[in-house]
C-alpha cells in the first residue's frame, strides 16, 4: 500500500482521473469498479473532461457501481445510480451494455449479488476499483464486522452510515437500512485499488486505515493488504498521520 498526500481536492482528483485515464490508455477493455459519493464526485468530472480532450477510447470499458441504497429508486437523486447516470454515463453517451448497477428495487437482492459476482469472474476480475471511505471506516457498504473475503451481499447498515447519509445525500428522510454492495475479496482481487478521502472529518478514519491494525472490525483497513493499493488524499484527510 502507498500513501500520497495532494494539496488540496483539486489535485487529488486531478491525479486519481489522470491513473484512470492511463490504465484505460493502456487497456481499452478496462473493468472499473467505482464508488459514488461526494469524494470521487470532482474525479468523475474531470474523467469525462479527460477522455473528451484526449478523445479516449472507451467502447470497449466496463463500469461496475461499487455499491447502492437498497430500496431506492434509480430515480431518487441520492440513489448511487442518480449519480452515475448524471455525472458520467449521459456526459459520455456510454452504452448500456457497458455499464452494471444492483438493482436495489428487486425483489431479489441475493440473485442481483449473485450476478454482480458473476460479471466480475466474467470479466476476469476488477482492473481498477476507486473507493472511498466512511465515518466507521467502511468500504462501499462493507460494514465493520465484515468479512475479507465477503463477495457480493447486501448488508445491515449502521446508524452513523444511515444518519451520515441521509445528511448528505438526500433532501427527504428516506429509509436507509440496507445497502448492496460488492464485497471486500472483489477489491482484494482487483488488480490496483485506489482509495481516495478528502477534508478533516475524514481525517480519524484515513490514521486508523493506513496505521491502524489489519482487522475486520475496520474494514478500510484491508488496503494494508493490497500489494496494489494506493491510498491518496489530501493534506486534510492525511492531518493526522504519522509520517506524510
Ligand atoms: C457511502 C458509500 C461509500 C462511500 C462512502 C463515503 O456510505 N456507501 O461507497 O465511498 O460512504 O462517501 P463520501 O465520498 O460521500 O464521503
Redesign the pocket.
Known sequence: MTVSVFENYQSLSEHTASIITTDLKNKPALTICM???????LTCDLLVKKIKEDSIDYSALTFIG??E?AGLPPTNTGS?HYFFRTKLFEPLQLNPSQYHLFDALSDNLQAECDKMDRLITDKSGIDIMI?????NG????NEPGTSFSSLSHVAI?EEI?RS??QK??FNEPVVLDK?I?TGLQHLMNAEKVLL????G??AAVIKQAVEGPVTEDFPASIMQLHKNGFVLTDTEAAALLNKQ
Not at 35 to 41: F, I
Not at 196 to 199: Q, V
Open positions: 464508488a459514488s459519493g461526494s469524494t470521487p464526485a461499487l455499491d441504497w448511487c473507493v472511498g471511505i466512511g465515518m467502511h468500504i462501499g457498504f447498515l452510515t451520515v447519509g448528505k445525500y445497502g454492495t481516495i478521502a478528502n477534508g472529518k475524514k
